[in-house]
């Protein structure tokens, strides 16, 4: 019961973005075409969330850390939902791609 209450308010271990990065992760940005042009972290692949879905197959390792992405981190949730309802083990929601960019230099 505590365990859970500390993951629904982020109170569980920080994850290390930095590391995680390092390690190979992929850094979805779930934004929009345009916000996407308009700046984003170098290396992330822009999926729209709207899109996630139709693009599952283009992720072909599901055992592989993901990290998504957006502008305020509630995209984000819904696509690491996504992901993880379709089999993909290690997904991280990274918040908004700002914010993560800055933990990841």
């Known amino acids: 019961m505590i365990d859970s209450l ?4 982020g109170l569980g271990p920080k994850t290390d ?3 995680l990065v390092s ?3 992929t850094i979805i940005d779930v934004r929009t ?13 822009n999926i729209p969330l709207d899109q996630i879905s139709s693009k599952l197959k283009t992720l072909k390792d599901k055992n592989k ?5 957006c502008a305020s981190g ?3 949730a819904s696509a690491k939902g996504i992901l993880k309802s379709n089999g993909f083990q290690v997904v991280h929601n990274g918040g908004g791609w700002m914010s993560l ?3 990841i230099k």
Do not use: D, W
């Open 74 to 76: 509630m995209r984000s």
């Open 33 to 45: 075409k345009g916000e996407y042009s308009q700046g984003h972290i170098k290396g992330s692949v």
């Open 101 to 103: 960019n800055n933990k």
């Open 65 to 69: 850390p993901i990290i998504t992405c």
């Open 17 to 19: 973005y930095k590391q």
């Open 23 to 25: 390690e190979g992760a």
């Open 6 to 9: 500390r993951k629904l308010f």
